[in-house]
């Protein structure tokens, strides 16, 4: 059993400029949600896909998106970077959806630095 | 909207002594799930203990044990037999009937051998 694995591990990007983030769910998970890290904080939920579909969003602007593909990988899409998007970006994929009886698996992150 | 409130931004234990992180959380939900995670230097977030709120008995693993209050919205974790790889980041974190986890600010956990 794979966990999930998220590429690359550390990004550098200039303001203004686009990200793609990758995200490997693990094996048998159809879910997959991602959360922005920011230093010294908790995690922040920014969207869930389910069946390649978004399935809830937090707080943040349009110029996040993601995509779900058939086999349950994911990304996340950053447009004209800001610096306070410098963060570590969790995936984390599940089984189902709200009741989640499985918890989730993490992957460990992508550090985005914009300068 | 849910919070989550962790106040101990640092806490220390001997090895082999016993620690207590706290964690009060805001809802209005009366169905919810209350998790602790754990992350260390590698980054990734690794599932510590889970309790369901229909649940009135404490969930407990191995060392690591929950002190649950519904009424109060409590929710605190007692690791038992401190080790020197329990050192990490600890977060609690909520999820209701929607999609999200909703995370606490973390307590940095440093075990002193």
């Known amino acids: 059993e794979t966990g999930v694995t998220q590429s690359p591990t550390h990004l550098i990007k200039t303001r203004g400029q686009q990200v793609t983030l990758r995200c490997s769910s693990q094996s048998g998970h159809n879910t997959v949600s991602w959360y922005q890290q920011a230093l010294g904080q908790g995690p922040q939920f920014i969207f869930q896909y389910y069946r390649e579909e978004e399935n809830g969003r937090g707080n943040f602007p349009p110029r996040f998106s993601g995509l779900q593909f058939p086999n349950y990988s994911s990304e996340l899409n950053v447009n004209a970077l800001e610096l306070d998007d410098s963060a570590l970006y969790l995936c984390a994929s599940s089984l189902g959806l709200d009741r989640n009886l499985y918890g989730y698996t993490f992957g460990s992150g992508t550090r985005l630095t914009v300068v | 909207a849910q919070t989550v409130t962790q106040s101990q931004p640092e806490m220390s234990v001997q090895e082999a002594e016993t620690v207590t992180l706290s964690c009060t959380y805001d809802?209005?939900?009366?169905?919810?799930?209350l998790f602790w995670y754990k992350q260390p230097p590698s980054r990734q977030m690794i599932l510590v203990i889970r309790?369901?709120?229909?649940?009135?008995q404490n969930a407990t693993e191995n060392r690591f044990s929950v002190n649950f209050q519904k009424a109060a919205k409590s929710f605190s974790l007692k690791i038992s037999d401190s080790q020197l790889g329990d050192a990490a980041m600890y977060f609690c974190?909520?999820?209701?009937?929607?999609?999200?986890?909703?995370f606490g600010e973390g307590t940095q956990l440093t075990v002193n051998p």
């Open positions: 809802t209005s939900e009366s169905d919810y799930y």
């Open positions: 309790q369901e709120a229909y649940k009135q």
């Open positions: 974190a909520y999820k209701g009937g929607g999609s999200r986890l909703t």
